[in-house]
DNA sequence: TGACAGACTTAGGAAACTGCTA
DNA sequence: TAGCAGTTTCCTAAGTCTGTCA
């Protein structure tokens, strides 16, 4: 009979099976050992499994599972999983089960006997009705019919029916099976869990240790790595061994009988603690196994679209684990289960001037892209484009190739995608635009030291000039600023001038002030035809320097200027703000473009380097001096580069909604987790999937100090067990990116709250709420769960899928057009809310404000006016009877409605500028909104795509204007 | 495994532009 | 037509996330 593979994420069968990894493990191990299938046995995959939470099973079925009608019962791997608990919904594509569909598992026979053993041990470990409703279940489950809905466990007596049911056909129960269950146990308490083992107390131990952190953690990190070192090297020995053995038996095990492989199955019981023990050393292996586990992946292809793997789970109570004490933390997680701080590494400087990166021709390429559609490209068509492609390139310079009207839409979308990794084929450009040099200032023009004039030198007053630019903001208010440019500007100035100006508060940069804004005045007061021949200046050096050509298309480039030089302006507390930038040049600028298509640099200048990396879609970097980071020059938004990644993005959310559901349950389930690190994890997601919060990367002391949901700290959260009428309520209230503040007082689930509160203790305010998470663990972990997935994907899936249900909710579709538009902005003002986009009140917004209710007040009066003269026209019509009285009345009317309207639109304006005072509607609208659902929204509505969409927008987003139809749903 | 570099997206403020109103 | 307010564009800081290396 032909050979067939079943594999699938053990900890979600765990999950399956109530939580219990371990106890899952014994039951597939059982389950192929004393069923018919054989021919598994012969297969080290089981073991792989216990170390990479990874079945990989090899089955030949032999015979086949009849059920109580003696029907053969043939199952596939997603009918198994499907069958799960029968008050949830289906798994179906959340779960990874990478499994040919078709396979048949035909397992062991149920017979009565076992039943009766069942129930037999369902009555020794007094299980209660529901316990022994799981237990049925478990036995049902193997024939796949599913009922049991609650998984609880509240008891410490080893939970056995799963050994119970597998128990081999015909064999002898009794006491001798309890006792050699017992027995294999050592402490008799664990045996499933395996959690009172050697190992465990030797964990306990360990974590006893870790609860000194404070004074110790870096001597007892040397420590525990030491003994790991030791623990590791004999291990690793005795593995070989093992390994051997194992051969050796799986030679003979056609031969054996039940009874040997039950002494197999205790042995195995007895070594599988030892082999949890050293999980370390099972680690050396991961690599080879990932191997394997590779290949079969390869093999199974045919159905992963989302992936969802958990991690073992331990069983627990309802109650928060700290009351449990850490010391009983699961095996597997000796080390991950400690605060991060533990193997924190002391961060080196910053160094301004970088490794020169390797050359694109040594470039691995790499694997990064590839939405649905692209995936499915053809080889063919791709390798024809190659070939023309090449021909081209052979042929005549792409200048030459660009069509005529290049800017005409190119629709990229209907093209074939790169190759993985691959961003362009040819790319050609001018290079950067460099800052103008610096002029010095006219002799007039005076600096003043101490109430002195002083003429400063030219670099010195360059650096002088930048801060006084700056006397009119904030920045000039705050100490660091001050003292990092002082600092700076000391390095810019000669000897002598270094030892007058010792004292910032001493210069006087006003009169430098007076002259740059008399200048910009100056510019503004520019007559028509000179600010006419400004702008075809500027239109021709965008003309020659704002356009590249790609792939044979004319692309607008984003940021063609090189920045200039000038103080720096962190946000927030920056500890940095107001260093100084300084001038880049060609010597700084590395290019990358097309061989043999490098830009000329400036006259007497030369470019760092010149690259050829068509894996990377910048133009032009440097690398900044204040922070050390890497800027580019990059294409614009509407370019196809862009475009491509934005669809991707939208694409991976909206694969998100598909999965959400299961991720949801997935964490929910991680609450009740007994290691602490995946409770941590677990909570964290939660609040980036409810809040839409930022994943919260570790940031550097040289930086702003911000955070997000894997930084957060002790003093960002406060807990109220009641607030507000409401329950479980968290208050955060910390700095977000930019130094926003994120306030927010949410109503959470008990759990959640209970474990916040044990994350909390004993911890001081600055303290890691988190602390044994980063934003690398979690991303790991969300890539587990679906292919792709990282914490900024729930923002826009969240953005998006909020649009989509307000848009709903909100849109009348007989409305006026007006109406509609409103309803987006309300929308759209929805999300922006959702994602904390602020925005600092504008500087002229209470001013603005006023007039607007000068507006409504003088609007309100002649409504007032307008009113009394009616009436009164109304009375003298009545009175007289006159037609042309009856005229009048008639149209003050009509001026009385027209003034009304009036007010009402200026009232809706002031209520609508109110509640945008501090929202930034963009960046959501840029960012994270996926276009096609405004675009179907127009198309459904008949509302012009221009209302909703400016002309950069509407170029950003071509792709989604042209591809989605009214019908498009997110 | 953590630190770091690099590449890219996301972000708000400032400057420039545009259109309305007196 | 100037002045103003609102909108758009530019600018660049500040994030996220991945890959590499010791």
Redesign the pocket.
Known sequence: MQKTEWIFSASLAAWYWGGFWERMVRTMKDLLRHSNVRACLEYDELEVSLIETQFVVNVTPLTYVADANDDPLIITPSQFLNNRRSNCTPLEPAVNLMAPDAINVKLLEMDRQRREYVSDICERLEITPSRKGVTDNIIESLTFVTTATDYEVKTEVPYTPVEAMLLPAGHQIGNEYFAMIEQGDGAGKDVLTGLSNGMDRHKSKDKEHHSHKHKHKDKDREKCKDKNREKHKDKHKEKHRDKDKHKEKSKDKERKHDKEDRKHDKEDRKHGREERKNKEDKKLDKEEKKKEKGKNKDKVDKVSCVEVKNEPMSEEDDTPMASHSFNQTSQDSE??DQP?AF?????????VE?????KAED??V???DGYAASKKKNKKVEEKKEKADKKQTNGASPTKRVKKEEEETWKWWEEEKHEDGV?WKSLEHKGPVFAADYEPLPANVKFKYNGKEMKLSTAAEEVGSFYAAMLD?DYVTKDVFNKNFFKDWRKFMTHSEKEIITDLKKCDFTHMLTYFKAK?EE?KNRTKEE?QQL?LE?EEI?KEYGWCIIDGHKQRI??F?I??P?L?????D?P??GMV?RRVMPEDVIINCSKGTAPKPPAGHKWKEVRH?N????LA?W??N???????I?LNSASR??GE??WQ?YEIARQLKDSVEKIRETYKEDWKSKEMKIRQRSVALYFIDKLAL???????ED??D?V?ACSLRVEHISLHEQKNGKQCVVVFDF??????RYYNEVPVEKRVFKNLQIFMENKKPGDDLFDRLN??I??KHL?DLME?L????F??FNASNTLQEQLDSLTDPNSSVTEKILAYNRANRAVAIL??????V????A??ME??QK?IDTKREAIQETEQSYKDLKKEAKKTGSAAAKIAAGKKEKQLEKLKEQLMKLEV?ATD?EENKEI?L???K???LDPRISVAWCKKNDVPIEKIY????RDKFQWAIDMAGPEFVF
């Open positions: 080390d991950d991060l193997r924190k590494k002391v961060k080196v400087e910053v160094k970088k490794p020169v990166k390797r470039m691995a790499d694997d990064d961003k903001h910009s510019k600010k702008k500027s965008v984003g940021n200027k920045e200039p000038g720096f302006r962190g946000r927030g920056h940095k703000m930038k990396d894996t990377v879609t910048w970097s690398t900044e204040v922070q050390g980071q890497v800027k580019y990059m580069l862009k990644k934005d993005k930022r994943a919260g990367n570790e940031k550097d930086q702003a911000t997000g700095l977000g990116k930019d130094s926003i934003t690398t979690m991303n890539n792709g990282t914490a900024k994907v923002r826009t994602c904390n986009h602020q925005r600092a504008p500087k002229t917004f001013k603005s007039n607007l507006k304006q500028r930034a963009g960046t959501s840029l960012n994270y400016n002309k950069t927008q």
